[in-house]
């Protein structure tokens, strides 16, 4: 067999960081001097493709188009217009129809999420890449890399694609898009376990991520679709958004009202033709109206004005929405997943302790900001001397830089490093001052072989000192003093130094020791590792986090107050993210269950894991996708927050995926239905705020429209079953609906938050849209209704007024007995109060409008014409509103029983959480 042939196919699912470098390069049949042979490299890239991404078929711009009429909303709205056109009522058709194109063209600009993020994650491929080709260095296009290739790395390069790597030197890479680890990798060449997630493979670099510092040569052992990049590609390929659950509910609720008219409209024709031989035409249009008045042709219209709403508001707490339903969706959650980096931590590492021979000491800030303070037993200390050392190693050991850029702060190097800038400023060091007093003459680079940095330096006077700061294990075997605060250094007591270390890793925090040495050091040719003397003094420990967001911390209590779990998934190790959890408030801050113990999970037992653990560390993205579908399974809306191209699948895939919008990827962006403006956790707790809100006045407008909707067709149909003339007629339905729908019901999206909001359970996830009590709620209405438009029509006919008098008089009712808006604005609680009604300005102007419109109706020529109306005599009009306020308070007499009673009351708030 030929070395290429002996080449592990691309496709293979090798585990190259579990196999020895040397072993992968004969594997590929390659030269780790002298590279491929140009012309084998040649057949390689026909027999594996070109190292891109697949771009998959894409939909046209119509069949896009066309999509978005696909939904019951607008097969309802679609009914009614072509009803409407029967009608010959060709204003209010064009209307609806309007309405339907408006939201077509809506959907249609903001489709296309999933092409855009494969685009993204396409996009992060490099462009070039230097490699051997027959003993010589080329730069080539990255597409044109091969399995077997060797790739030569340097500091600030793009890897081209996934590498064994097969020589370092002191190789850092930045992973946090891939893995979710907030500080740059440290790479090796020893082969790992079997079963090591990504984060864990240091032998290992990935395709899309950057070279931080080193170098390093690397076999190409994945391209294109297999490497980890490219599995992610087709995790999110391979994922289907969901139906929000607003969409099912009200897809339900579309085919109920559909199943309601229907049975109704055959019931009433077959009575009315066999039974009462009323004529075909009246009857059909009797039967016509009957439809009309049921359908609730201006839902649609207000759902989508009432998301819009949302979306306004939201933009204004920096939650940007990429999708109108999403809106409601966030009411609906009852888990939040949210990745660890950069979501509830700000993604920059800090100083938060230290620990030195006679104290330990606190560190309050917030991330790279230089503001804050030391702290021993909560109180503020000064600049003790060992402190002071501390500070000084920090300033001048370092070789980031820390910079403000439009009001961040940012680094340039290594984030463990850039955090001990704000640590001695807070100290009350500058390093401007420091450099100037003690200039650096020598210094040994920081290299993971040793796992140190030393610097040495002058004094004004003369005097060479050596500053060192790396692993503890390395600085304390180098140490025989330590520093105390009297001044003179004392044997060292490594035993408390080690419990101490342990201590700060137990809570999640990265260790460093700090050391110095007063005189000389080294040789006059230059300082090398084996120079640093075994004399040192070691000043103490500082321990380092990327520490929880102050404001996710009362998010997260928030959450948990309105019944929301907080879920942590994150990429990194298992102690760093318990220590943190604990720290927000999730999980008791020691449980969490790893990437490799998922691995060893079946369906049925992670489902069960989900409901006891909140914390999941070293997650890969199909772990993340597994939990998020884990979750789902157990019937709960799941919101998940991320930032990494490795956490786009779950995004996807969750109910609502909610994208960092500072920090976050593109490709991550792009699988989001929400980007957080200000990657602020706290923004989501704000965010499912505004989706309760939205969801509820949604409820609000069903349960005052429906009633209305009833009574029309409850007139209609008494009027056939009993045999008297039609109250109303089709056309008169049709009028009071655009007046609930347009002047009213849209006065119902601008409801403000119910002060309660967060205070309850959220919704099951099978919760209908129209519950038990609203069931009840609307045919109480309804019946009520009904009874004062029958008695507003006959007493009008006992007057002796005429059919037309008699029917613009009971429209008047129907109109006025919508005093019931002012009921709907409270489910329970009572309306019967001016304060009650202060919070919706636009209450007033709807109620204005009706009164205009109405006037215009009942005496306008024109519209008598139309409707068939007569003028009403004006002292009818305090009869109509005497029998509109009775109705009013028959609804709150109502909703008082129901408050009074603990039963009644427990009932309808288990009918509303869908219990």
Not at 466 to 485: F, M, N, S, W
Request: proline share 4%; hydrophobic share 50%; net charge negative.
């Amino acid at each position: 067999m030929d070395q290429a042939a002996r080449a592990s196919t691309a496709g293979d699912a090798v585990a190259w960081h579990a196999i020895a470098a040397d072993e992968v390069v004969k594997r590929f049949g390659t030269d780790s001097i002298n590279g491929l042979d140009p012309d084998d490299a040649v057949a390689r890239l026909q027999k594996y493709g070109h190292n891109r991404l697949p771009e998959g078929k894409r939909r046209g711009p119509l069949m896009r188009f066309l999509a978005q009429f696909n939904n019951v909303l607008v097969y309802v709205l679609l009914g009614a217009g072509f009803i409407k056109l029967m009608l010959v009522l060709w204003v209010d058709a064009s209307i609806i129809f309007g309405v339907v194109i408006l939201n077509a063209i809506l959907g249609f600009i903001q489709e296309g999420k999933a092409e855009k993020a494969l685009e993204s994650i396409r996009n992060m491929l490099s462009a070039e890449a230097r490699t051997l080709r027959g003993g010589e260095t080329r730069l080539i296009a990255a597409e044109q890399l091969v399995p077997g290739d060797i790739v030569l790395l340097e500091s600030g390069d793009k890897i081209p694609a996934d590498l064994r790597l097969a020589d370092v030197k002191n190789l850092r890479t930045e992973e946090a898009a891939l893995t979710g680890e907030s500080v740059p990798t440290d790479k090796n060449i020893e082969p790992v376990a079997l079963n090591s997630t990504v984060g864990d493979r240091g032998c290992m670099a990935f395709s899309g991520t950057m070279v931080v510092s080193g170098r390093a040569t690397g076999v190409v052992v994945a391209t294109g679709s297999t490497t980890e990049l490219g599995r992610i590609n087709a995790l999110l390929a391979g994922v289907s958004a969901l139906e929000t659950p607003l969409l099912r509910q009200v897809k339900k609720f579309g085919y109920a009202i559909t199943a309601v008219v229907a049975a109704v409209g055959v019931l009433v024709f077959a009575y009315g033709k066999w039974v009462k031989g009323i004529d075909f035409v009246e009857l059909f249009q009797a039967v016509v109206g009957i439809a009309v008045s049921v359908i609730p042709e201006g839902l649609p219209a207000i759902i989508t004005i009432t998301l819009a709403i949302g979306v306004q508001r939201m933009a204004q707490r920096n939650a940007i929405i990429r999708q109108l339903p999403a809106v409601e969706t966030l009411g609906s959650v009852s888990r939040i997943c949210s990745d660890k980096t950069g979501t509830l931590t700000l993604m920059e590492m800090m100083v938060v302790s230290a620990v030195t021979a006679e104290a330990t000491y606190q560190v309050t800030g917030n991330g790279y900001a230089p503001e804050g303070e030391i702290t021993r037993d909560g109180k503020a200390v000064a600049k003790e001397p060992v402190l002071a050392l501390m500070g000084r190693v920090s300033m001048l050991c370092n070789d980031a830089v820390l910079f403000q850029e439009q009001g961040i702060w940012k680094v340039e190097g290594d984030p463990t490093e850039g955090a001990l800038y704000p640590f001695a400023t807070k100290l009350g060091f500058d390093r401007g001052a420091e450099l100037a007093a003690s200039p650096r003459i020598d210094a040994i680079p920081f290299e993971s072989e040793h796992k140190f940095m030393a610097t040495l330096h002058r004094s004004a006077e003369g005097q060479e000192f050596l500053l060192v700061k790396g692993a503890p294990e390395v600085i304390l075997a180098h140490c025989d003093r330590q520093q105390t605060v009297a001044g003179p250094a004392v044997p060292i007591d490594r035993a408390r130094f080690m419990q101490a270390s342990d201590q700060l890793a137990g809570q999640g925090e990265r260790v460093l020791a700090l050391a110095w040495h007063e005189g000389p050091v080294g040789k006059p040719a230059g300082l090398s590792p084996a120079d640093l003397p075994k004399t040192l003094v070691l000043l103490g420990l500082i321990g380092l986090l990327d520490p929880p967001r102050k404001e996710a911390i009362e998010a997260v209590r928030e959450c948990h107050g309105g019944g929301i779990r907080v879920t942590m998934i994150t990429g990194d190790h298992r102690i760093t993210a318990a220590a943190i959890a604990g720290m927000l408030g999730i999980g008791d801050g020691k449980t969490a269950v790893t990437g490799a113990e998922i691995e060893e999970m079946n369906e049925a037992t992670l489902q069960e894991t989900v409901r006891e653990v909140d914390v999941f560390a070293r997650a890969s993205p199909e772990h993340k996708l597994r939990l998020v579908k884990a979750i789902q399974a157990n019937r709960q809306i799941v919101a998940m927050t991320g930032d990494g191209v490795n956490d786009a699948p779950a995004l996807k895939k969750a109910d609502i995926g909610v994208a960092m919008g500072i920090k976050g990827t593109e490709v991550t962006k792009e699988a989001a239905e929400m980007i957080l403006a200000d990657d602020n956790f706290a923004s989501i707790t704000a965010a499912v705020k505004e989706g309760r809100t939205v969801y509820n006045n949604i409820e609000k407008a069903i349960l005052f429209m429906l009633p209305t909707n009833v009574a029309q067709a409850l007139v209609i149909t008494v009027a056939i079953f009993l045999g008297f003339t039609m109250p109303i007629t089709a056309p008169q339905v049709l009028w009071i609906n655009m007046v609930t729908s347009v002047a009213l019901g849209l006065v119902i999206a601008f409801e403000p938050h119910e002060l309660d909001a967060m205070n309850r359970p959220p919704r099951a996830v099978d919760r209908p849209i129209l519950t038990g009590f609203g069931i009840w709620r609307v045919i109480f209405v309804g019946l009520t209704l009904l009874a004062v438009t029958l008695w507003a029509f006959f007493w009008m006919k006992s007057q002796g007024a005429s059919d037309e008098l008699a029917r613009t008089v009971a429209v008047n009712m129907i109109t006025i007995g919508l005093f019931y808006l002012l009921n709907s604005r409270y489910l329970l609680d009572s309306s019967l109060s001016v304060t009650a009604h202060l919070g919706n300005r636009y209450l007033p102007l709807g109620i204005g409008a009706v009164v205009v419109l109405q006037l215009l109706f009942t005496y306008a020529p024109p519209l008598q014409a139309i409707f068939g109306n007569e003028a009403i005599p004006l002292r009818t009009w305090p009869w109509l509103f005497a029998g509109g306020l009775a109705f009013f308070l028959v609804v709150e007499a109502e909703k008082l029983v129901i408050r009074s009673s603990a039963l009644l009351r427990q009932a309808v708030t288990a009918a509303e959480a869908g219990t």
